[in-house]
T-cell receptor, first 109, second 115 residues
């Protein structure tokens, strides 16, 4: 069956460090993969999309990589700030997008 | 401003009392969907609609109904709510891959408690 796996353990890092979150998937051949941010009790907000023929995508302090051989995407936040604390979801699929359960990131001053 | 608006945001209701959660989007999107989010289970799709008068079941459709009579509106109907439908509900809409890369826009969420 199709699975999207994100680390269920919260990631705690110090302000200024780089946070790296992982998304692994099985039984998908996605044409693209997306990352969303979700704050408690709020709707997820789109951050980045990366296509299967793109190895890396950047947006300000965010960087996403996509390895279709490993079936893995890495999401990096450089120079992290306490305001980056949130849950980050990866999503992939075809017309109906499926979401991972998310990884909680806590950035402490 | 591009928006997905859902109402009510918070609702406590009793078992068996029919309720409707409304959803409206102002982006002229063809695709709309409903998700529920529960601790430890993540976002699960309830129903989706690819266009007016076209709806289909998602992963957890039992106990829910939807309708899509107009492009902008996609209400979620609980005919006879039960306590296991207590959850945080999100409406979402999406443009085309060419326009927005299939990016999904979510509403603010509706907290529903069934007692």
């Amino acid at each position: 069956s199709q699975k999207i796996e994100q680390n269920s353990e919260a990631l705690n890092i110090q302000e200024g460090k780089t946070a790296t979150l992982t998304c692994n998937y099985t039984n998908y051949s996605p044409a693209y993969l997306q990352w969303y941010r979700q704050d408690p009790g709020r709707g997820p907000v789109f951050l980045l999309l990366i296509r299967e023929n793109e190895k890396e995508k950047r947006k300000e302090r965010l960087k996403v990589t996509f390895d279709t051989t490993l079936k893995q995407s890495l999401f990096h936040i450089t120079a992290s700030q306490p305001a980056d604390s949130a849950t980050y979801l990866c999503a992939l699929g075809g017309y109906a997008l499926n979401f991972g359960k998310g990884t909680s990131l806590l950035v402490t001053p | 401003e591009a928006q997905v608006t859902q109402n009510p945001r918070y609702l406590i209701t009793v078992t068996g009392k029919k309720l409707t959660v409304t959803c409206s989007q102002n982006m002229n999107h063809e695709y709309m969907s409903w998700y529920r989010q529960d601790p430890g289970l993540g976002l699960r799709q309830i129903y989706y609609s690819m266009n007016v008068e076209v709806t289909d079941k998602g992963d957890v459709p039992e106990g829910y109904k939807v309708s899509r009579k107009e492009k902008r509106n996609f209400p979620l109907i609980l005919e006879s709510p039960s306590p296991n439908q207590t959850s945080l509900y999100f409406c979402a809409s999406r443009g085309t891959l060419r326009e927005t890369g299939n990016t999904i826009y979510f509403g603010e969420g509706s907290w529903l408690t069934v007692v």
